[in-house]
T-cell receptor, first 114, second 113 residues
Framework: GDSVTQMEGPVTLSEEACLTINCTYTATGYPSLFWYVQYPGEGLQLLLKATKADDKGSNKGFEATYRKETTSFHLEKGSVQVSDSAVYFCALSDQRSGNTPLVFGKGTRLSVIA | DVKVTQSSRYLVKRTGEKVFLECVQD?????MFWYRQDPGLGLRLIYF???????EKGDIPEGYSVSREKKERFSLILESASTNQTSMYLCASTWDRGDQPQHFGDGTRLSIL
């Protein structure tokens, strides 16, 4: 079945450092891809999404590009802030059926220190 | 904005009790989901529903049941709570299209003593 693999955490960075969180997927067909963020004590929020190959999703300075050839959707940010400390989840959705649940990666915890 | 509301942020119950977790969404979404989240295990799908009175088992349905009598409300029931059901429970909803994201509630942190 479909699956998502994202890099293990935790990741600790200094403020203004560059961030990359790797995400690769296995899917039959052409999934939609998502990044969610979970701040401490809260539920998951959609950070960005991409629905077809070469699409770039972006939000709050974060970007991710849907790479069909490498089956990847890596999350990047050029300069992280302390407020970016959170858990980040990569996920995919089978576009063939809206009834199919999202498949999530296990999450990557990011800590940004001042 | 989409609003998914879970009835409690924190809940403490005793072993053997029947526990109800409620979730309400205000966007007329067809699909609703219940997950549990545990350290090191990520999100695991318990049950989901794609229509009123319809339900599908997820990856870990044992010890749980669900009810969806109205489109906006999806309830998770722990028939006889056990300590290994202590966890964070997350509800989500979405439209019936594969390119749409799920919208999550803030979660219920449930402790079973």
């Amino acid at each position: 079945g479909d699956s998502v693999t994202q890099m293990e955490g935790p990741v600790t960075l200094s403020e203004e450092a560059c961030l990359t969180i790797n995400c690769t997927y296995t899917a039959t067909g052409y999934p939609s891809l998502f990044w969610y963020v979970q701040y401490p004590g809260e539920g998951l929020q959609l950070l960005l999404k991409a629905t077809k190959a070469d699409d770039k999703g972006s939000n709050k300075g974060f970007e991710a590009t849907y790479r069909k050839e490498t089956t990847s959707f890596h999350l990047e940010k050029g300069s992280v802030q302390v407020s970016d400390s959170a858990v980040y989840f990569c996920a995919l959705s089978d576009q063939r059926s809206g009834n199919t649940p999202l498949v999530f990666g296990k999450g990557t915890r990011l800590s940004v220190i001042a | 904005d989409v609003k998914v509301t879970q009835s409690s942020r924190y809940l403490v119950k005793r072993t053997g009790e029947k526990v109800f977790l409620e979730c309400v969404q205000d966007m007329d979404h067809e699909n609703m989901f219940w997950y549990r989240q545990d350290p090191g295990l990520g999100l695991r799908l318990i049950y989901f529903s794609y229509d009123v009175k319809m339900k599908e088992k997820g990856d870990i349905p044992e010890g749980y049941s669900v009810s969806r009598e109205k489109k906006e409300r999806f309830s998770l029931i722990l028939e006889s709570a056990s300590t290994n059901q202590t966890s964070m429970y997350l509800c989500a909803s979405t439209w019936d299209r594969g390119d749409q994201p799920q919208h999550f509630g803030d979660g219920t942190r449930l402790s079973i003593l």
